[in-house]
Nanobody, 119 residues
């Protein structure tokens, strides 16, 4: 069982920045593939950005050039730096880890952190 603890959400004005953090439990962080998803009210949960265990990144078109995902293996933490935030970025952001081990797939979610862009 992997536990994910997210932090860094909050209220920010349009054009502002936030950095989300997600700390993962477990001794095999290096094999985790990590991702951030978001879900706005009345909408489905969508992928925002992902980073593989080899640090290959992928972004939703709507955040390319504004958001950056990174990971720190020493701290078992993945980050999402969000710049130039717009009203459309308002959502609950969820951290996700997925990996395969000994032929099995594993998929875990954090509790979510609210990001509100307003002002």
């Amino acid at each position: 069982q992997v536990q994910l603890v997210e932090s860094g959400g909050g209220l920010v004005q349009p054009g502002g920045s936030l950095r989300l953090s997600c700390s993962a439990s477990g001794r095999i962080f290096s094999i985790y593939n990590m991702a951030w998803y978001r879900q706005a009210p009345g909408s489905q949960r969508d992928l925002v950005a992902s980073i593989t265990n080899g640090r290959v990144t992928n972004y939703a078109d709507s955040v390319k050039g504004r958001f950056t995902i990174s990971r720190d293996h020493a701290k078992n933490t993945v980050y999402l730096q969000m710049n130039s935030l717009t009203l459309d970025d308002t959502a609950v952001y969820y951290c996700n880890v997925y990996y395969r081990l000994a032929g099995r797939s594993y998929d875990y979610w954090g509790q979510g952190t609210q990001v509100t862009v307003s002002g």
